[in-house]
């Protein structure tokens, strides 16, 4: 059985299209998510490629697609954050029944999608103005059984670096506080998309899915080797200017190397960001202009 439909969340104007696939009995239910920032395009793409290729009669259990968390942030190219109460998803777990239109989301994500899911992959992207090196985050704030099964996820994904998170408030990060396994893949930035990381996204999904069992499509499932990073370290400008990057991201520094610039309007210095430890860079923003408190740069550690 393969279903589509708009699912209403209580209590609020919030609604997202999902695809429903349903093959022969198994006790494994998998979701795959996108949009939860409404314009990190690459996954959302990925999402409606696999919600027609792939074949009810090759899964085994069954496969919830959900293509845009954020959807009227989506349709309205809204900034990563929902037009009804400004609000970024994945700051606002575990949720709450009572509150804002999205932190009613958020407590409805956990009682309806992660509850009833026993593995759970994350599609994002570089937001608006950010370049980032593909990568894979999983988790290491859960229990051992759940953290060592979301390690074992990110090895099917054909990404340079996997990288532990320790992130609770985010939808995946909560997942395994609620003991479900869960992965968040980068893929694409810039508010860009092509069909080709959309495959290549398409073609992760695909990878553990198979792994998982959940589909049987005489493809074998293939074991990445994605480089391990010791945690992420993530930077907001400090004060408002101009960004001068002197790294790429996926380059690799060492210790005491200069990552990047605060320049203000006229030129001239005001700050300087210098890598405390060796590192790889994972994502920075691409724009000249950022404002003080905002995201300017992040790291693996090596």
């Given amino acids: 059985m393969k279903k589509q439909r708009m699912t209403e969340v209580p209590g609020t104007s919030l609604r997202f299209p999902e695809t429903l696939i349903c093959g022969a009995p198994s006790a494994v239910r998998v979701t795959v998510t996108a949009g939860v920032h409404s314009r990190e395009y690459v996954g959302i793409r990925a999402m409606a490629k696999l919600a027609q290729s792939i074949k009810e009669d090759d899964i085994r259990g069954s496969l919830r697609l959900i293509h845009a968390l954020n959807y009227d942030g989506f349709i309205r190219r809204s900034a990563d954050v929902f037009p009804a109460d400004g609000k970024n998803l994945n700051r606002v777990f575990p949720g709450d029944k009572d509150g804002s239109e999205t932190q009613r989301l958020a407590a409805f994500l956990e009682s ?3 509850n009833t899911s026993d593995f759970i992959i ?3 992207s570089g937001g608006f103005c950010e370049y980032l090196t593909p990568h894979v985050y999983f988790q290491s704030s859960a229990s051992e059984k759940v953290c060592r099964a979301s390690r074992e996820l990110s090895s099917y994904v054909d990404v340079g670096y996997a990288v532990k998170s320790k ?3 985010g939808f995946y990060g909560h997942a395994g506080r609620c003991g479900v396994p869960a992965i968040l893949i980068e893929r694409g930035g810039c508010g860009l998309w092509s069909e080709a990381e959309a495959d290549a996204a398409c073609a992760d999904v695909l990878n553990i ?3 998982l069992g959940v589909l049987w ?4 499932a293939v074991k990445r080797s994605p480089r391990y990073l010791d945690g992420g370290v993530y930077l907001d400008a400090p004060v408002s200017g101009c960004w001068h990057p ?3 991201v996926g380059e690799s520094f060492v210790q005491g190397e200069r990552l990047g610039e605060l320049r203000d309007i ?3 210095l005001q700050d300087e960001v210098i890598a405390d430890e060796n590192g790889v860079l994972l994502y920075q923003t691409a724009s000249l202009g950022i404002e003080k408190g905002t995201p300017m740069i992040a790291w693996g550690k090596l």
Avoid: M, S
Wanted: zero cysteines; charged letters at 30%; glycine letters at 4%.
């Fill in 122 to 124: 994350d599609l994002h």
């Fill in 266 to 268: 006229y030129g001239e």
């Fill in 167 to 169: 992130t609770v408030n």
């Fill in 209 to 211: 899915l198979r792994f």
């Fill in 246 to 248: 002197l790294k790429a």
């Fill in 217 to 220: 499509d005489d493809t074998p």
């Fill in 112 to 114: 309806e999608v992660i």
